[in-house]
């Protein structure tokens, strides 16, 4: 025993038995049940507090050695992070799955079916929260010193089911079961101002900010252990709530609604994630949410600072804060405010601080998706940060007067203030200038950034661009989503794959091996046999499991093109009814995903979807070839079961509008092969696999560009092209897809890609993605052509390991240090 440092008895077991009697013992202990009253829930929650001991030991040891180090580090904010269920991954990380099972079963228990038992945590809505999750497990497992900042909502996104083909929204209430893994952290709790008034000083720059409304923001630690080493990071999570004093002091007045009223504001701003990717909406509450995360977040980064160092010049030297997307741009503000406002440090010196500090990614091209907040509205939450960024911006817009004399235009393009009424806060802009580095997440989508969104930025600060393409974690992808194959992998090339993907080259050498294509066959066709089972769970229907699976499985987005691919389907179907024998073998088309609530068309797209899969289950002359199935309720416990099944690979967004997409890349790490545009990743993706093994087709970005410019009508497209005008008349005028329902209930997806012009070119890539997808039917009869593609996939996809994304920010923009904790390896 060393004291401070000296583990648990339990953490120190390594056998079966030994687990065994640390889920005994918590199961007693924390749950206060015996075995025999234990409930599944009772033995997963004692199963996962066994695992939390050890987990905890290794946090201890590494953070107490990046302390004594006085590491550089990372810190990384983000308002979404989507790990999904953890307990496998946890034991993985601890090299415990089997001594985990081996412990369950003689209790007579079942470690996936009381993994099952865990509700995925609520703190993501999609590819955004994926990506934060990936790279904080990469960075993790390559030892860097890290913290993620986030936020810990007591709601996530929201539980999706259909009725009648629509969309219901129901509550997300992830933590009903008990979260086994975050850390209450009270010591860990800041103060955030809000609303209140300035008083004048001297200048603007030093007016000062009063009468706030106060908010407390508590730390929760969720561990992110490194896969089989001794680092252990976390990612802090704060939950709002009343000042103290609040509540006492009206309640003693009397004021009894008073202080339940205020005490409800205060904690609804950690209560639910916004189930918004891409839209942005719910204006003040999310504003004042950002500002709350960011703000506790900072101010943390600082009191740990000041632990260590004296010199507020030193903070760029061991701090690189990240911004995951615009929602924390505010911290350029906030940092600003703290530095000045609070340490006295001169806003020259600040400002030099602050923009050697952050860094920030950009996930999105779209208009719509570019956060902006209404100046009034700045003005009454956070009129402090609104005086800062006004003079962030003067001082800004004379350094564009020098650079471009006279030049209005340069000016009004690149203003953290948008003109109009009311003015707009531009928060990517205040993100660009506050930054030293700037990336988008794939090649293409870096260099539209300098060639359109930032071009003006770009000319002014080129050397701040940069691209770091985004990556997928392979231990949850591959090792824990699909150990069929991750064992046939493993069996031929050996398992240093999972910590160096580049390594599943090899299986090039087997491409012609014979045995190695049947085990690599058995692997997908048992996928898909427990996948079929989780149909019939999930939908109540049976479908063929030795079906071709099609699957589209993301967020339900026009730019996405689910519509594209339904307006196929309808094709297809009546190209069946002509003629029974049109696919050369049954298909499964499977879709996945959530709209957001707000978002009409997309919930019309699901409607549709709907629609379709139910003529054709009840249509007998086509539905043993051809099946439709929407699985409810997306993310990521739903994709690691759908993904190790899926053969084809939809990646069917506009050019130009998918920054990059991860899901691209965990299908092709599960061999299903890409039918895909010519757009973020999946570009990087056929220049690795080679473009001969994927199915591309559709307008490029430049060629999209020029249509708009010319002018793009798709009634012209309608006239010349008979089988789309049929399926597109026959969905959306005739009532035999939704008999007794109101006619018109289509009637917004035949808008908006006739009337409302087809913003995202569905109907001008129909015809060749048509072809190409039932080119690629085809080609999955022969089996050896299809077995090829779909293992060099997997061979070639090495470069799109999180791991590898790491790497590179680390060299380039975080300048991170490994910390060996090899010599605390027990
Ligand atoms: C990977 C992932 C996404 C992102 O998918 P894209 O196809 O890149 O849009 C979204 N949601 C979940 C749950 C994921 O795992």
């Known amino acids: 025993m060393t004291g401070q440092l000296s583990p648990s008895v339990f953490a120190q077991a390594k056998t079966a038995s030994g687990f065994r009697d640390a889920i005994l013992f918590y199961l007693r202990a924390h749950l206060a049940r015996t075995p025999k009253g234990a409930s599944l829930r009772d033995w997963w929650m004692a199963t996962a507090l066994a695992v939390r001991d050890r987990i905890v030991e290794r946090l201890l040891r590494t953070q107490d050695a990046y302390k004594r180090r006085r590491v550089r580090s990372l810190y990384y904010l983000s308002m979404e992070y989507f790990p999904g269920k953890l307990l496998k991954s946890y034991l993985a990380s601890e090299g415990l799955l089997e001594t985990a099972a081996e412990a369950l079963e003689t209790l007579g228990l079942d470690l996936d079916r009381l993994s099952e038992e865990e509700r995925d945590m609520g703190l993501g809505n999609g590819g955004l929260g994926r990506l934060a999750w990936c790279l904080m497990e990469s960075l993790a497992t390559l030892g860097y010193p890290a913290i993620g900042y986030g936020i810990y909502y007591e709601f996530g996104a929201f539980r999706q089911r259909f009725e009648n083909g629509h969309q219901i929204e129901e509550p997300d209430e992830w933590r009903e079961r008990g979260d086994p ?32 409304k106060e908010i407390i923001g508590i730390g929760h630690d969720l561990p992110v252990p490194g896969h089989r080493n001794p680092t252990v990071n976390f990612v802090r999570l704060w939950s709002s709530h009343p000042p103290e004093e609040l509540d006492l002091e009206a309640f003693n007045q009397g004021g009894y609604f008073e202080a339940v009223r205020e005490k409800t504001f205060c904690e609804t701003i950690s209560k639910i994630l916004y189930p918004n990717d891409k839209t942005e909406s719910g204006k003040e509450l999310r504003l004042v949410q950002q500002y709350f995360f960011v703000s506790c977040s900072l101010q943390d980064i600082l009191r740990r600072f000041r632990r260590l ?171 824990l989503a699909n150990p ?153 416990s739903l994709a690691q079961k759908i993904i190790p099944a899926a053969e084809i ?38 220049e690795e696999v080679g473009q001969e093994n994927l199915f591309l087709f559709g307008l490029r970005a430049e060629r999209i560009a020029e249509l708009i410019q010319e002018g793009y009508s798709p009634w012209d497209v309608y006239g010349k092209n008979p089988p789309l005008r049929e399926a597109l008349d026959w969905l959306t005028l005739s009532p035999d897809f939704l008999p007794g329902e109101p006619a018109d209930r289509l009637v917004p997806l035949r ?11 569905v109907m001008a890539d129909f015809d060749a993605y048509a072809q190409t997808r039932e080119e690629a039917f085809r080609v999955y009869v022969d089996r050896k052509s299809w077995i090829t593609k779909s293992l060099l996939h997997v061979a070639r996809i090495g470069k799109f390991s999180s791991d590898r994304t790491v790497q590179e920010y680390v060299q380039h923009i975080w300048r991170l240090r490994p910390v060996s904790l090899s010599a605390l390896r027990t």
Not at 185 to 201: A, C, D, F, M, T
Not at 653 to 682: C, F, I, Q, Y
């Open 751 to 761: 808008e908006t890609l006739l009337e409302k012009g087809d913003p995202f070119f």
């Open 309 to 479: 160092h004296e010199e507020w010049e030193v903070l760029p030297d061991v701090a690189t804060i990240q911004l995951n997307d615009t929602h924390p741009a505010l911290a350029v503000a906030e940092l600003m405010r703290l530095l000045v406002d609070r340490e006295g440090v001169s806003w020259e010196k600040a400002w030099q601080i602050t923009t050697r500090t952050f860094a920030y990614t950009n996930h999105t091209l779209l208009p719509e998706a570019l956060e902006k907040w209404s100046v009034p509205l700045f003005e009454k939450v956070l009129p402090r940060h609104l005086e800062i960024i006004y003079e962030i911006n003067h001082h800004f817009l004379q350094e564009v007067e020098k650079r471009w004399p006279g030049v209005v235009e340069r000016k009004r393009n690149l203003s953290l203030i948008e003109e109009g009424s009311p003015k707009m806060v531009r928060m990517a802009h205040l993100a660009v200038l506050g930054s030293f580095a700037v990336n988008g997440v794939s090649a293409l989508h870096s260099r539209l950034l300098c060639d359109r969104l930032f071009r003006d930025f770009h000319l002014m600060f080129p050397e701040r661009f940069h691209n770091k393409t985004n990556g997928i974690s392979p231990r949850s992808w591959l090792l």
């Open 649 to 686: 690979s939809e990646q069917i967004s506009t050019a130009g509008r998918e920054a990059s997409g991860t899901g691209n890349m965990k299908l092709a790490l599960n061999g299903a092969v890409t039918l895909g545009t010519w757009d973020g990743a999946n570009i990087e993706i056929a």
């Open 484 to 636: 069929p194959l991750a064992k046939v992998i493993t069996a031929a090339i050996g398992d240093r794959w999972v910590h160096d993907l580049e390594e599943l080259r090899q299986l090039e050498g087997l491409l012609e091996d014979p045995g190695f294509q049947e085990a690599f066959w058995k692997a997908k066709e048992q996928n898909k046999k427990e996948l079929a089972k989780l149909i019939g769970r999930l939908c109540g229907v049976r479908v063929d499991e030795h079906a071709t699976v099609d699957v589209q499985i993301k967020r339900i987005h026009e730019y996405k093109r689910q519509h594209l691919n339904l307006l196929h389907i309808v094709a297809l179907y009546r190209k069946l009814l002509e003629n029974p024998d049109y696919l050369p073998h049954p298909v499964l088309i499977l879709f996945a995903g959530k709209a957001a609530p707000g978002y009409e068309i997309a919930k019309c797209i699901i409607k549709a979807i709907h629609a379709v899969a139910h003529k054709i289950e009840r249509d007998p002359r086509v539905r043993e070839k051809l099946r439709v199935v929407f699985l409810p309720d997306y993310g990521v």
């Open 181 to 212: 893994w975050t850390i209450l952290r009270p010591s860990r709790s800041h103060k955030v101002p809000l609303y209140g008034r300035l008083e004048q000083g001297q200048q603007t720059r030093n007016s000062r900010w009063v009468h706030t």
